[in-house]
C-alpha cells in the first residue's frame, strides 16, 4: 500500500512491491501554492519518483546483503562510506556464522534537502521493521525495531545511490 501525505510518503508492506507500484504510479499534483522543493534546486516529479525509487531498492538490497551474507549486492544501490560500513558488518555476520533478517519494513520518509547543484538528496526516513537473528539457518533472536534513519543519496551510472547512512534507534 502507498500513501501520499503532503510531501511526504508512507510505504507499508515490503520495499520492492512497493518500488514497483510507485515506478508505475504518477506522483500526485501538488496544491497551488505547495513547496515542492526541499532546498534552494527545484525539485522535479522525475528525480522525486527515482529517488524514491532507487531508496526503496537500496532498502531491498540492503535486506538482501544481510539475510544472504552477500556484500557485493550493495554495490547496485550503495557507495563510498556506506557501503564499505555495511559490507564491513556483513563480512562479520559472516564469519559469525549469523544471518540478519528484515521484515515487511514500513518507510515515512520525507526528502529534507536538495542540493543546489542537483548531486545530492538528504532523506530522513522513520522506519520500522522486524529484526530476525539467525545462528546457522535457525532464528535466536527477534525484535520490533523503530528507527529514524538519515541518508544521502547521489546520481551514479543510472541511478540514485546511498553514500551516507546512519540509524537513530528511537
Not at 504510479?25 to 516529479?45: M, N
Not at 544472504?68 to 550503495?78: K, T
Not at 564499505?84 to 555476520?93: E, I, N, R, Y
Request: aromatic letters at 8%.
Amino acid at each position: 500500500m502507498i500513501m501520499w501525505r503532503g510531501p511526504k510518503l508512507l510505504l507499508i508492506g515490503y520495499p520492492i512491491l512497493a518500488a514497483l507500484l510507485l515506478a508505475a504510479a504518477e506522483p500526485p499534483e501538488l496544491p497551488a501554492g505547495a513547496i515542492d522543493s526541499p532546498g534552494p534546486r527545484v525539485l522535479e516529479k522525475q528525480t522525486r519518483a527515482s529517488v524514491t525509487r532507487d531508496y526503496l531498492q537500496a532498502w531491498q538490497s540492503l535486506g538482501r546483503a544481510f539475510s544472504e551474507n552477500q556484500p557485493d549486492v550493495l554495490s547496485d544501490y550503495f557507495v563510498g562510506v556506506a557501503r564499505d560500513k555495511l559490507a564491513d558488518t556483513v563480512h562479520q555476520q559472516q564469519n559469525l556464522g549469523i544471518q540478519t533478517v528484515y521484515g515487511e519494513p514500513t518507510h515515512d520518509f520525507e526528502i529534507a534537502f536538495y542540493s543546489p547543484d542537483g548531486l545530492s538528496v538528504q532523506l530522513v526516513d522513520k522506519v520500522a521493521y522486524r529484526l530476525d537473528i539467525l545462528d546457522h539457518g535457525r532464528v535466536v533472536g527477534s525484535r520490533q525495531v523503530h528507527a529514524r534513519y538519515v541518508a544521502v543519496m547521489t546520481p551514479a551510472e543510472n541511478k540514485w545511490k546511498v553514500r551516507v547512512f546512519q540509524a537513530e534507534p528511537q
